[in-house]
């Protein structure tokens, strides 16, 4: 997953991928990732086709960064969320795919502490 779904498969080692592999090697850890991938992922998408989320609206200040490369979700398809999330910007990250923490994490930076900066907190 991580090599087939980055912009830059050779930024990845053996040893980086190690400890994402090593527990997935164990059968029962194998099958609890399984499990949460049809009973989470696949019951979102089925949310998500349905049109369930039309009737709910984001009003919190949200950043979605989105890798131009990611082969998951096309950019295309990221469209069409003005009218449900009127305070998210979407920014489509160039030469990066699906794990922008790890391709991009300047950027992700960058972007968070704008984010905060013109959305302060307030105790």
Do not use: C
Request: net charge neutral; charged share 20%.
């Amino acid at each position: 997953m991580f090599t087939a779904h980055t912009a830059r498969p050779e930024q990845w080692t053996d040893a980086e991928l190690e400890p994402f592999l090593a527990p997935l090697r164990e059968p029962a850890r194998a099958r609890a990732a399984s499990a949460l991938y049809r009973g989470f992922i696949l019951r979102e998408v089925a949310f998500i086709m349905s049109g369930w989320y039309r009737k709910k609206r984001l009003t919190t200040p949200t950043a979605v960064l989105h890798g131009n490369q990611d082969a998951s979700i096309p950019a295309a398809f990221l469209g069409g969320y003005q009218n449900y999330a009127p305070n998210m910007t979407l920014h489509i990250v160039d030469g990066a795919a699906h794990y922008l923490a790890d391709e991009r994490p300047e950027t992700i930076t960058a972007e968070a502490l704008r984010l905060f900066a013109a959305h302060p907190v307030s105790a």
